[in-house]
């Protein structure tokens, strides 16, 4: 098992540009989430999906569209970006939503000049 | 209020001593509380988790300690070990929602 894909790891965006950030898992969980990873802020949620076709927001829901079309992907979009959206952002699975073992992946560290 | 506030934001121990990070919260619906331990360019993995109708639970050198009436946990790590230098956080579940809150993150160096 791979766990948890993230891709890109590394990106670099202008500003108003619009960008995917790809998320995959193959464990078959139906919880899915993303967070992004600031300096002194912990992790803040995104967007998060309890299922395929269900979606709804977290903390921090502004500038960023998901969608939840199969049980493995769930990707983030950013549809104009700002250099406020410059962060570290993890997507994340669960198999019995949150009181379960939250698995991460690695993380793709994105950069808004 | 769904804040977990986490403290401190740094801590250096020596190799064999007692390492302990606390967390508060003031939303009485929270029902679950996670700790997740991040390596350097590594997303944050489970390490240990409590729910508050126990006051502590154990897993090796790792013990959380819960005061439901503080509002306050905590995370021990004893005999810490160099290889236990990363970042840690804290997290609480409301019951029925599914957003985990997390508090701000405590660096952790162990010295050899």
């Known amino acids: 098992n791979a766990g948890v894909t993230q891709t890109p790891k590394f990106q670099v965006l202008k500003t108003g540009q619009s960008m995917t950030l790809q998320c995959a898992q193959d464990m078959n969980h139906e919880y899915m989430s993303w967070y992004r990873q600031d300096p002194g802020m912990g992790l803040r949620l995104i967007h998060y999906?309890?299922?395929?076709?269900?979606?709804d927001q977290g903390e921090v829901p502004n500038g960023y569209n998901v969608s939840r079309s199969t049980t493995e992907d769930f990707p983030l979009r950013l549809l104009s970006a700002a250099p406020s959206q410059t962060s570290v952002y993890f997507c994340?699975?669960?198999?019995?939503?949150?009181?379960?073992?939250?698995?991460f992946g690695e993380g793709s560290r994105l950069t808004v000049l | 209020q769904q804040q977990v506030k986490q403290s401190p934001q740094s801590l250096i121990v020596q190799k064999g001593g007692i390492s302990i990070i606390n967390c508060a919260y003031e939303n009485t619906a929270f029902d679950y509380f996670p700790w997740y331990q991040q390596f350097p360019g590594k997303g944050p993995a489970l390490l240990i988790a409590i729910r508050p109708d126990v006051s502590e639970k154990k897993e090796g050198r790792f013990t959380i300690s819960f005061n439901k009436s503080a509002k306050q946990f905590s995370l021990h790590i004893m005999d810490s070990q160099p290889g236990d230098s990363a970042t840690y956080f804290c997290a609480a579940n409301i019951q029925g929602a599914q957003k985990l809150v997390f508090g701000q993150g405590t660096r952790l160096t162990i010295n050899p």
């Open positions: 999906s309890v299922g395929a076709g269900i979606t």
């Open positions: 994340a699975s669960s198999l019995r939503g949150l009181t379960g073992e939250l698995f």
